[in-house]
């Protein structure tokens, strides 16, 4: 595998955090300290800070996305956003498959697959989230089950339409915990991902897939943890709002 062949993503996942004028000032703190990024650099936003964000990321070098969205055009679906609604707006990425989203809102593989399409269907950029919980890890089942998680919402997507994925492996008990497994763990485990492409595509597609790493991925661990050589990047909650330490960790995507 080589790695040079993929470009290193680091994504903030900002979750249900900011206010419009607090985003303002937290892209304002981002943009300077990531301005000669080479690896990619996004910002995950709550859906009422996308207009905000695209303003203040106008003519930079980092990418807006939203945390979700749905798969129908428009609707009955009160509360919900389309991803026809966010291409609209100028946004350029989607988080689709969150453990947050599957856990607490009742999303399935087969939803997460409805989302998927839909947001390729619109130009957006996917980043697809797997990731068992620590039951699953403990019994034995962490390969089977994301290989299954990829796979089913990977369902119908070309391999042209792969350069639009980001697969980000997130194992539940790692987000927000201040937990992560030794490195060479997590590093395996994005393997499997990446050879559950492979299986579903080919070496090529496999090879050119970013996949990152995400949970409690901070500007302490994050250089071990990049210079695996199946984690090509991270989704990054809780230190992806203090500017210091998103900036740490784009760093060490760069080095
Ligand atoms: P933390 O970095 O806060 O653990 O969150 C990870 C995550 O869920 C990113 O999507």
């Not at 749905?70 to 969150?98: N, P």
């Not at 130009?123 to 299954?148: F, P, S």
Request: charged share 25%; net charge negative; proline share 3%.
């Amino acid at each position: 595998m080589n790695k040079k062949l993929r470009k290193a993503v680091i994504a903030g996942n900002w979750k249900m955090n900011k206010t419009p004028a607090e985003a303002k000032e937290l892209i304002e703190g981002i943009k300077p300290l990531v301005k000669d990024a080479d690896c990619g650099v996004v910002v995950c936003v709550p859906y009422i800070d996308l207009a905000v964000a695209l303003e203040a990321t106008k003519g930079t070098n980092i990418g807006v996305g939203a945390e979700n969205c749905h798969w129908e055009k428009s609707g009955a679906f009160t509360g919900e956003i389309s991803a026809d609604m966010l291409s609209a707006i100028g946004v350029q990425y989607v988080i689709i498959g969150h453990s947050e989203r599957r856990t607490y809102f009742g999303e399935t593989d087969i939803t997460v697959n409805k989302r998927v399409r839909a947001a390729l269907d619109n130009g957006l950029t996917v980043i697809l989230c797997v990731g068992e919980y620590l039951e699953q890890r403990e019994q034995g089942i962490t390969a089977e089950l994301v290989a299954m998680q990829t796979k089913i919402a990977l369902g119908g997507v070309s391999e042209d339409e792969l350069k639009k994925i980001i697969l980000a492996y997130e194992p539940v008990w790692a987000i927000g915990t201040g937990k992560t497994a030794p490195s060479a763990q997590e590093n395996e485990v994005c393997a499997v991902i990446r050879s559950t492409v492979k299986e579903l595509y080919n070496a090529a597609a496999a090879d050119a897939m970013t996949v990152q790493y995400g949970g409690s991925m901070n500007a302490k661990n994050a250089n071990e943890l990049l210079d695996q050589p199946d984690v090509d990047g991270g989704l990054i909650g809780g230190a992806s709002l203090k500017p210091a330490d998103f900036a740490e960790i784009v760093k060490a995507a760069n080095r």
